[in-house]
């Protein structure tokens, strides 16, 4: 392995370094089952929310969302406090390019994100046509399920860089206490909106989790998606993403992986 992947980055060529990374860190990803649980724990909610019908379009996938960013949280939190630093520090010095090195990692929570998204648009449309359109309330159309991605894929990598930010020892050095942290930042992410009713004084405090409690604010009773609405949601979603995703590399790079 490390043999093949000393040969795969090599070269000049920054995109192509990159893609060696990415192709070498799902492998990793991928050989060291780190998927299977966050994947048996995606299905069995997915089982869940879809065992009762009918469902209401909008409702659901909704309540996807939430869902899946909890598993993005735990995702990035495991796929980042699982890299070793000396390994990591071989990489940075076989690849000469801290772009390509960085990148290659966001682009790794990106994919899996996006697989986790597929999977919670997929199996619905599944179950939907073998039940013979009688999962939804309603008709199932590709208006809906391009909103449902956009919302799914903002939630999920939202998730994902939040988890990985997290991730011991950028916060906190003990990995008990970084888990406990990621936890509480994770669900008070799911209750931000309640908790700032009860005080409103929590929201310049909570503002530096992600707004994911605004598609509750406009999908928690919709009946209809609005795609303005929901390019919003994504679009506030994927900023919170690429800050985390800043940080994360900034003070990466400045402890050297420590």
């Not at 920054?14 to 070498?24: E, N, P, S």
């Not at 930010?165 to 942290?181: H, S």
């Not at 994770?186 to 929590?202: G, Y």
Request: hydrophobic share 50%; net charge positive; glycine share 6%.
């Amino acid at each position: 392995m490390k043999e093949n992947y000393g040969k795969e980055i090599r070269g000049n060529d920054g995109i192509r370094k990159t893609t060696a990374l990415v192709q070498y860190r799902m492998r990793i990803y991928g050989k060291e089952n780190r998927f299977i649980m966050p994947l048996a724990a995606m299905l069995f909610m997915l089982y869940i929310m879809y065992s009762m019908k009918p469902a209401g379009v909008v409702s659901s996938f909704f309540m996807s969302s939430y869902m899946i960013f909890l598993i993005a949280v735990w995702n990035g939190f495991v796929m980042s406090s699982a890299e070793d630093p000396v390994m990591e520090q071989i990489q940075m010095l076989r690849v000469q390019n801290i772009y390509a090195y960085y990148v290659s990692k966001i682009v790794c929570l990106l994919l899996v994100g996006l697989a986790g998204t597929c999977i919670c648009l997929v199996l619905p449309v599944a179950v939907n046509v073998i039940n013979d359109g009688t999962l939804f309330e309603r008709t199932l159309t590709g208006y809906d399920l391009f909103n449902a991605f956009l919302l799914l894929s903002g939630a999920s990598f939202a998730g994902g860089t939040l988890g990985s930010i997290l991730q011991p020892p950028m916060v906190l050095r003990e990995r008990k206490n970084a888990l406990l942290l990621t936890v509480l930042a994770a669900v008070l992410t799911i209750i931000k909106q309640a908790l700032m009713q009860e005080i409103p004084l929590l929201k310049w405090i909570l503002w530096i989790l992600p707004p994911l409690e605004r598609a509750g604010q406009i999908y928690g009773n919709a009946d209809f998606f609005l795609l303005s609405d929901t390019v919003k949601i994504f679009l506030l979603l994927m900023t919170y993403a690429i800050i985390y995703s800043m940080i994360k590399s900034v003070v990466s790079h400045r402890r050297k992986f420590a």
